[in-house]
């Protein structure tokens, strides 16, 4: 069996030693820019160019070393219908995305943000506690990601909220779903949490019509793409104290430029989108056992639906 690796990052050669650990006996053959790729089985890429996407007819299916899909889907056309393509499912990302968002959502509610800021000019003033009653931290996109989050803060005492696509029903959680039940989700909630997919549907989605409708002195934290956010609405709302803070970990540029306004607004935290970092040794094991199905001729999970988006 070959498999054909590429990152734009040019660093394929740990992947290719993780293969050789969980997939022994398959080859692995690094694909560089400008070359036509060697006939492969299965193709492990991350943001590929479309003109290799383009030479991949004959793959049995595509491997994404990430959950996102929307950076291949963008080049969508060039790659037949019947390629499955497969996104990583949770693979250890849950547990990162756990991890950031309860530090956010935490230190927002214990105020942290604002001893930081005190302790800075040598003030000692106790704040008043806030009401975790009126504290509802609510998910938008209730997958892999978004389940993990919401595990992780049940103990905490937060009231839950959920948004999906698909209506869903989640123990101690309050879930709504579709446009019919976005309104309602967001004027119950008190810090926004989006790890949804980049799709048509949920581009911009946090805008400014959205964010009006969080209560005043709402959070947002964005862990998904940066194109879920207007930005622009975002610095009015921080600015204007409708939102009270953000803790963001993607940006519509990437690196996030140096004379973007973000950086110098003191209510927004910026993070390198790290939120949830590609784990490359349980991303291979968890390829590798959808590969042994796949040659079974059995169904894997996490098969990108290409109609949704996701
Ligand atoms: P999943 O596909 O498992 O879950 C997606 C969730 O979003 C589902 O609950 C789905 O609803 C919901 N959803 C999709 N479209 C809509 C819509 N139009 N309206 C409402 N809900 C919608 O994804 P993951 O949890 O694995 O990952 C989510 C995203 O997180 C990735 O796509 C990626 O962009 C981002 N990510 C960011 C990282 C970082 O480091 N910052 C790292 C890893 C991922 P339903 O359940 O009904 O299908």
Redesign the pocket.
């Known amino acids: 069996m070959r498999i054909l690796l590429y990152r734009a990052d040019g660093n394929m050669a740990p992947w290719a030693d993780d293969f050789a650990r969980y997939l022994p006996g398959a080859t692995c053959v690094a694909w560089t820019e400008g070359e036509k790729p060697a006939p492969c089985d299965y193709a492990v890429v991350w943001a590929p160019p479309e003109a290799m996407l383009r030479e991949l007819a004959e793959v049995k299916a595509i491997f994404l070393m990430?959950?996102?899909?929307?950076a291949i889907l963008r080049h969508g056309d060039a790659i037949p219908r019947h390629i499955p393509i497969v996104r990583l499912?949770?693979a250890g990302?849950g547990v990162q995305?756990a991890e950031y968002v309860a530090h956010a959502v935490l230190r927002y509610y214990r105020r942290f943000d604002q001893y930081e800021d005190q302790a800075a000019v040598g003030e000692w003033r106790p704040l008043p506690p806030h009401d975790k009653a009126g504290f509802a931290v609510g998910v938008?996109?209730?997958?892999?990601?978004?389940q993990r989050i919401l595990e992780c803060l049940k103990p905490f005492g937060f009231p839950l909220h959920a948004?999906?696509?698909?209506a869903?029903s989640l123990d101690g959680v309050t879930c709504f779903?579709?446009a019919e039940g976005l309104d309602t989700f967001l004027q119950r909630t008190r810090v926004v949490v989006c790890?949804?997919?980049?799709?048509e549907?949920?581009s911009n989605i946090l805008n400014r019509a959205n964010l009006a409708k969080l209560p005043p002195g709402s959070y947002v934290i964005n862990?998904?793409?940066g194109a879920h956010l207007s930005e622009p609405d975002l610095l009015t709302f921080v600015k204007s104290g409708h939102i009270a803070g953000a803790t963001l970990?993607?940006f519509r540029h990437e690196p996030l430029p140096l004379q973007h306004p973000f950086w110098q607004e003191p209510r927004i935290t910026i993070t390198p989108?790290?939120?949830?970092?590609t784990l490359r040794g349980e991303s291979v094991q968890q390829m590798a056992e959808k590969i042994a199905l796949l040659e079974q001729g059995l169904p894997c999970a996490d098969i990108v639906n290409r109609e949704?988006g996701?």
């Open positions: 990430g959950a996102g899909a929307d499912g949770d990302m995305m938008m996109g209730v997958g892999a990601l978004g948004w999906s696509r698909s869903k779903a579709g790890v949804l997919p980049l799709t549907d949920t862990v998904a793409r970990d993607v989108h790290i939120a949830a970092m949704l996701y």
